[in-house]
């Protein structure tokens, strides 16, 4: 399979700068499932185009049940290996995952401008009549040209194979080329080579963020994209549309706190680390707080004691956990019970909500997003929502040595996406705290190592 995006901006060979890719070199990137090269046919001041090859190992796809077939054969024969599908958009997450945020160190206006640009993706599997290519790219401004391949050439009477390939050109920032590409190719494909559950409900929010709520294919992209699971459609177009969605739609899967893991029981370092958080909030005076992520409310049963904070906001996206947190503050004084709010809802999408509060705590959700989400969580909380105190806290990656029973290189819950060393979130609260007018303090959370550190860490943005 074979994507390629070229410009003809002058000088176009910037292309590199905004892809982090050199146009001198070949790029090699290997997914598990195949090996992804990426290499510039061409590179010169006048056209720069860029091409991302896919080579997928069949037998991986079945050894690692990812081929989305239903039987045994299905299994081994089918067009997976070879159809531009949801292993593309995984390549471009992966592999380009910067451009597709919208980030250039070294040429960041031209990431955020619109310039010239051609695509084109082959072969693209279509599940559907041809004109429904155009139907979902033609609406974000982008000429569509559609080559519809025949089965055998030589035996037009066979009729037409469900694969094209499509032509895109149009004048875009390249960040939204590419997020048009990595949410519409599997929805044309119609078929995905992983589970989808709540997390594909918050790449697709993060995603369309922008275009997606006044698409005429919205409802059809959401359904195909979120494979037809009617819970999450319903909880998407409440998102996207809330006029139009009823209560029980009102769900979005930015990932919330998660339960205590028996790795970290013995410290009591869950324990410990909501005692700091409530502490350091306290110190700041702060009247109106958030806990973003407040899972089952164990945060704020020690917030919602202190006598001084008059209103909480407690966001969180599993219906389950609001339940059981509305469970526990079902005995509270009443004068305790007014001061509090829960929420469902989402912490990558700006929420008018949550503006205006003093303070927000993030106790162990970060870890939670894929990597190339958090910028969606930065400009919701820190860009538009800009609580004057935000705490952070996440697990010290540095740590994990010394948990007995944790092999090496594992996180200590299945649901982090990533663990991050001190060096690794001090450079990402440093950053976020320099681009949003925030300065940032950090310290540990347990008893510290002399080498590895505390097994948590903290960091206070204060604006």
């Known amino acids: 399979m074979f994507l390629s995006i070229a410009t003809s901006h002058q000088p176009a060979t910037d292309l590199g700068f905004l892809l982090h890719k050199n146009p001198a070199r070949v790029h090699e990137l290997d997914l598990g499932f195949g090996q992804a090269v990426m290499f510039y046919p061409e590179a010169t001041p006048q056209r720069c185009e860029f091409a991302i090859t896919l080579d997928i190992d069949p037998i991986a796809l079945v050894r690692g049940r990812q081929g989305g077939g239903d039987g045994l054969l299905d299994q081994y024969v089918n067009d997976r290996p070879y159809a531009a599908s949801s292993f593309l958009s995984v390549a471009i997450a992966r592999g380009i995952r910067e451009a597709m945020a919208g980030r250039s160190r070294e040429r960041q206006p031209l990431a955020d401008t619109a310039i010239p640009l051609d695509a084109e993706v082959a072969p693209l599997p279509v599940r559907g009549t041809t004109d429904l290519v155009g139907r979902l790219f033609e609406p974000l401004g982008y000429h569509v040209a559609v ?14 194979a469900p ?33 989808v559950g709540e997390d594909e409900l918050q790449k697709l929010l993060a995603r369309g963020d922008g275009w997606l709520a006044a698409h ?9 994209y979120l494979k037809r699971r009617s819970s999450l459609i319903k909880a998407a177009l409440a998102q996207l549309v809330p006029d139009e969605a009823g209560p029980e739609g009102q769900l979005d899967p930015a990932r919330g706190d998660a339960a205590e893991t028996v790795i970290e029981r013995p410290l009591r370092l869950h324990e410990r680390r909501l005692d700091r958080v409530a502490e350091l909030i306290a110190q700041t005076g702060a009247r109106r707080v958030l806990d973003l992520g407040c899972g089952d409310g164990k945060l704020i049963a020690r917030l919602i004691r202190n006598p001084a904070i008059a209103e909480i906001v407690g966001v969180e996206v599993s219906s389950q956990e609001l339940a059981r947190a509305d469970a526990r503050f ?38 939670h997003f894929e990597l190339d989400r958090l910028p969606h969580l930065e400009r919701a909380l820190f860009g538009d929502a800009r609580p004057a105190t935000v705490i952070v806290t996440t697990p010290n990656r540095d740590h994990n040595v010394m948990f007995e029973g944790l092999a090496p290189g594992a996180f200590r ?19 976020v705290a320099a681009e949003h007018g925030y300065s940032v303090r950090f310290e540990g959370v347990g008893d510290a190592h002399p080498e590895f550190g505390a097994p948590g860490q903290l960091a206070v943005l204060t604006r």
């Open 413 to 431: 819950h299945p649901d982090h996406r990533f663990e991050w060393s001190r060096r690794e979130f001090q450079g990402w609260a440093q950053r």
């Open 163 to 195: 694969y094209v390939t499509l032509r895109l050109s149009g004048t875009a920032r390249l960040s939204d080329l590419l997020t048009h590409l990595y949410v519409l190719m599997p929805v044309l494909d119609d078929r995905k080579h992983y589970f």
């Open 147 to 160: 080559t519809r391949h025949r089965l055998d050439p030589e035996r037009p009477d066979w009729g037409e």
């Open 216 to 224: 005429p294919e919205r409802d059809l992209i959401t359904a195909r």
């Open 330 to 367: 079902t005995d509270l004084p009443e004068v305790q019970k007014r001061k509090l709010t829960l929420l469902q809802g989402s912490l990558i999408y700006r929420d008018l909500r949550l503006r205006g509060f003093e303070a927000a705590a993030l106790v162990e959700v970060i870890e």
